[in-house]
């Protein structure tokens, strides 16, 4: 980006707080990550090279510092399955200038539901 | 859901503030949009009710009080696009207690993006 | 479509004959449609705008004469989920020439898997 | 699989010959990996593993022998953008029997359309 494009860009964000923006990113990030993936044929062959395709492409978005992802479940030789909502496990890092947000996609047994919710907020 | 479901959901959440839910919702809700429908196939038949179905898909996502779906861009007679991120014009307003934000994705031809920002917050 | 442009589309198809055009269009569309559509957020309220909007979208694709979409499942009030891969109930046709394909996209049981298959073909 | 789900989902397909069954799953598969990657963030930094992770995820799809997919075009340092039609180069082999069909998902420049064909069939 041009620096011109890079104050344009700015200017869009002007009214959040460092911290506002940390957490409307890190809602796109993961909320692109899901609708993304969900679907994508998976099975004990593919499983690595999908997580980690997954958190390289997704580091490309704003404000994402690190990402970490875990396809959980069983799968078992010879199947594979559409990857669904309950089988990610997604850790989270968005920066913007001293604010780190942790965020989580899990799936919660309990409300049978791939929650994203914010782990903690630091100020450094 | 049920109550015990309820109040579990709302426990994740206790460590932001309305403002700050009503934005990372938000975020979830555009990036979500963006990457389910990119590539779906659109002419001027199904225009109109794609824009319908993506609002309608959208308005189920928590805190979402209203959302419109634009598909712009000029599309020939006979002929169809897969749906891509300069085609795409979204206001959506998300709602927790007493915070109202208004959120948008939409093309900006000199950053060459189709970008989610924040255009305004309001306190009731 | 220009003349010149509908003589190179189909150029690139004289080595199928009739019946395998309307199987690889037919194969194609189904495929689309699902990996297109899964992880769409569907409840009892946008079930069927749904439905009509993935018709609607897939009418587009070369050869698809007539499509009929079912969201199959029980969907509970105030509850929404991912589309998933088990809720569709997809009839395609597809058409080239004097041949007509009757394709179907449909989660069998006891394969715990969406199977699209073929069901019939006429030549008429 | 087990036997009986093995001999359970051979019978779908006796309607069709190898040659017939290789171009349907070529074209579901084909319609899958564009459907499922379309709006993917991708730059230079992922372009690689990107490529790798869709051949290894479609590589689980039915028939599907081998796959090769390259993700073209000029992506510039420091920017990213959703991957869209124009960027894919897919060459995919499926094997029913003794029959080979080598299918081709390639941006057709004179038909501004990511055009998905078949390149030959071999019986052997």
Same mark, same amino acid.
């Given at each position: 980006?041009?620096?011109?494009?890079?104050?344009?860009?700015?200017?869009?964000? /002007? &009214?959040?707080?460092?911290? $506002? @923006? +940390?957490?409307? #990113?890190?809602?796109?990030?993961?909320?692109?990550?899901?609708?993304?993936?969900?679907?994508?044929?998976?099975?004990? /062959? &593919?499983?690595?090279?999908? $997580? @980690? +395709?997954?958190? #390289?492409?997704?580091?490309?978005?704003?404000?994402?510092?690190?990402?970490?992802?875990?396809?959980?479940?069983?799968? /078992?030789?010879?199947?594979?399955?559409?990857?669904?909502?309950?089988?990610?496990?997604?850790?989270?890092?968005?920066?913007?200038?001293?604010?780190?947000?942790?965020?989580?996609?899990?799936?919660?047994?309990?409300?049978?539901?791939?929650?994203?919710?914010?782990?903690?907020?630091?100020?450094?």
């Amino acid at each position: 980006m041009r620096i011109e494009e890079k104050d344009l860009f700015k200017s869009y964000f /002007k &009214n959040l707080t460092p911290r $506002e @923006r +940390a957490l409307f #990113e890190g809602g796109i990030t993961l909320g692109a990550l899901f609708h993304q993936f969900i679907g994508t044929p998976v099975s004990l /062959k &593919n499983r690595e090279i999908l $997580e @980690r +395709a997954i958190e #390289e492409s997704m580091k490309n978005q704003p404000c994402v510092q690190d990402i970490s992802v875990k396809i959980v479940g069983d799968l /078992k030789e010879e199947e594979y399955i559409p990857l669904d909502g309950s089988m990610l496990d997604v850790k989270l890092k968005t920066e913007v200038e001293n604010t780190v947000a942790y965020l989580r996609l899990k799936y919660i047994e309990d409300l049978n539901y791939p929650l994203m919710y914010v782990e903690k907020i630091e100020e450094r």
